[in-house]
């Protein structure tokens, strides 16, 4: 992979660490229909499984292999022999393969999941690198649960896998843990203390338990790291993973970072939905980038601001990624600008007087039903007030 330092590769998980929600398991084919809407996307990296948990899973990733031309196809395996034999048969169709391996590397999961030693775990994995390495060109190591590891012993870590072949080191906040300060110095540390960092791309996963998922990820770019691994909708184990529609509209926003991925995202809105009904897992209203209410504004003096110049109070177009449009939804507290906009838009034109007097309807109507459509403001400037009295007797 020919590195430009300005790139950030984009790794997606989707299929992998987003599917292990509970209730939210995919069969094959749709597995392969979200793959290609991720090729179309311009991911570098889809993770398409874990081989060695399942027959099913193994499939996927076959399958998957067969049906993208130019992400590299990635399967995820723990460091031992077993887990990488069957993710390297698993990837025999792939164009662009990628061996995912690693192991833990805090205290934590050394001594209470391992019930090992930091030297052990030193040489489990650096045998798992290089044995993957045999076949796989292309390998990826996690350090599972780096964001609690002590940093010195994780730089040991790092320089030892890249030395045994590691193309990309992943430095997972496998618990959503660290401030985003904390995760930027140690991306930091490695940048700075590893020998051998430049022989590989420092990539970041992060969790979402406290919150801070794409934070901690912008952190990690901000400090060296050019890959970001992530999921669509941010779903993923507990609270989820970094939303990858986040952070690549975050380095669009942000020029002064002068970093840029090869994303198109305007097929966010699209995918965005289809992920989540093929998993049967809604997008919270209030989602960054494709929640439904993302772009729309009900406070009149939001409204009144768009409406004299969209950017008062939008930083991104909806258009840039791919949502159908922005929109002024009508309620009790929208001010006379919006209801304005809508009484013109069905062609209804009043003076300045004859709007103050349907404002002031229009406010009644507000306080008793709470979805106001075109339909009730045709019938708001019928002659009468039958139908604002009839709503109040309700």
Request: glycine fraction near 6%.
């Amino acid at each position: 992979m020919l590195h430009d330092p300005n790139r950030v590769y984009v790794f997606d998980t989707t299929l992998r660490d987003g599917e292990q929600v509970p209730g939210c398991q995919l069969t094959t084919p749709e597995k392969i229909e979200i793959a290609h809407e991720l090729e179309a996307l311009g991911v570098d990296i889809i993770e398409a499984g874990f081989p060695i948990s399942s027959p099913g899973d193994f499939q996927s990733v076959v399958e998957i292999s067969k049906a993208v031309k130019n992400p590299i196809v990635c399967a995820l395996t723990r460091a031992n022999k077993g887990d990488i034999d069957a993710a390297v048969e698993s990837l025999r169709y792939a164009k662009h393969p990628r061996i995912h391996t690693g192991i833990g590397s805090s205290d934590m999961h050394i001594k209470n999941k391992f019930n090992s030693t930091r030297e052990e775990i030193l040489v489990r994995a650096v045998e798992a690198v290089k044995y993957a390495k045999k076949s796989v060109e292309d390998i990826e190591f996690y350090a599972e649960d780096a964001g609690r590891a002590d940093v010195r012993y994780l730089a040991q870590m790092i320089e030892a896998v890249i030395a045994a072949g590691a193309t990309v080191v992943n430095i997972p906040d496998t618990n959503g843990y660290c401030l985003p300060d904390q995760y930027g110095e140690k991306i930091k540390f490695l940048k700075e203390n590893v020998k051998n960092i430049d022989k590989a791309i420092i990539s970041v996963h992060c969790h979402n338990d406290l919150g801070l998922a794409t934070a901690n990820s912008i952190a990690g770019l901000q400090n060296g790291a050019r890959q970001i691994e992530g999921t669509i909708n941010g779903i993923g184990e507990r609270a989820g993973n970094t939303a990858i529609e986040e952070v690549v509209m975050i380095l669009r926003t942000h020029h002064a970072l002068g970093l840029h991925t090869n994303i198109n995202a305007k097929n966010f809105y699209e995918l965005s939905r289809m992920v989540s009904s093929q998993m049967r897992m809604p997008v919270q209203p209030n989602k960054a980038i494709v929640g439904s209410n993302a772009f729309a504004h009900s406070s009149g003096i939001h409204q009144d601001g768009f409406l004299k110049n969209r950017e008062n109070y939008e930083i991104i177009r909806p258009e840039d990624v791919g949502f159908p449009n922005a929109s002024i939804v009508l309620t009790a507290r929208s001010g006379r600008h919006a209801l304005k906009f809508h009484l013109e838009r069905l062609g209804i034109n009043l003076n300045k007087d004859e709007l103050s007097d349907a404002y002031h309807r229009f406010l009644t109507l507000a306080d008793n039903k709470l979805d106001i459509n075109d339909d009730d403001l045709l019938l708001l400037m019928t002659a009468d007030n039958s139908y604002v009295q009839a709503m109040q007797k309700r």
